[in-house]
């Protein structure tokens, strides 16, 4: 195998164990919330105790912070310490486990068909995206002008429909919140294919330090996360409209 092909496959490999030990974490956040909470699943649906739930939401304050220490940290470790794998790999495996809390307040308490249709696009979307970004021979950096662009134009959209909720409110604003939607969805989908580019330049010229792979696995990590919630979302929409 090339330089190249292995530089690529420890990025990739990296990002995985990260999406396993979210997953891991995921289930264990999970049946600890199920558990405590005293689940009762019905054919009307999902009861729980409020207060114990309530207070497990109130705690995700902390792993969302963590995120924020952590993200900060793995840039800046990526950077001054490149010759060393363990400075990164710390704070990414804490935001990995972190992210896993979080999806747990919400996860069992999602239909499994919603999961696994979510899950399965989540990968063809991210699959297809990395795909256009190794594949890519010319320069994509417009890819992320284009992208601050969008971000911008979204930002305007946003004052808009504050304007209309307290000015008109009502006026029905579902336009504004799909226009918002899937305008973030698209500034993912351009992040993530710039980002692979990004790491197939740096795989090329053979620049991948231990740390500096860590780092990027970790920036290809946050993509697929936020791709999957994106699309989580979506499919939630879709079926409760259908259920009803």
């Known amino acids: 195998l090339s330089t190249k092909a292995v530089n690529l496959g420890r990025v990739f490999g990296y990002m995985a164990l990260a999406i396993l ?3 891991i974490f995921t289930g264990l956040f999970g049946y600890l919330i199920w558990t405590v909470c005293e689940c009762v699943k019905t054919p009307t649906g999902i009861y729980a105790n409020y207060d114990a739930y309530l207070g497990f939401a109130i705690g995700a304050i902390v792993p969302a912070i963590g995120m924020i220490v952590c993200s900060v940290l793995a840039g800046s470790f990526s950077f001054k310490h490149r010759q060393s794998s363990r400075s990164v790999l710390i704070p990414f495996t804490i935001y990995a486990i ?13 239909p499994f068909e919603v999961l696994a249709v979510s899950l399965g696009a989540s990968l063809i979307v991210f699959g297809s995206l990395a795909l ?5 021979k010319g320069n994509m950096n417009p890819l992320m002008t284009l992208a601050g662009g969008l971000m911008s134009g979204i930002f305007l959209v946003c004052l808009m429909n504050l304007i209309f ?29 710039w980002d692979v580019w990004h790491i197939k330049t740096i795989a090329e010229q053979n620049e991948l330090t231990p740390n500096l792979t860590l780092f990027l696995a970790f920036r290809l990590y946050v ?16 079926y409760s409209r259908h259920s009803n």
């Open 132 to 136: 256009v970004g190794l594949v890519s």
């Open 21 to 23: 030990v979210t997953a």
């Open 165 to 193: 909720i307290w000015f008109v409110p009502s006026v029905v604003v579902d336009v504004f919140f799909w226009i918002i939607s899937l305008g973030i969805f698209v500034v993912l989908m351009l992040t993530t294919i």
């Open 98 to 110: 972190c992210i896993g809390y979080v999806l747990a307040l919400i996860i069992p308490f999602i």
């Open 223 to 238: 993509d697929f996360i936020a791709i999957f919630i994106r699309i989580l979302y979506y499919v939630l929409i879709i």
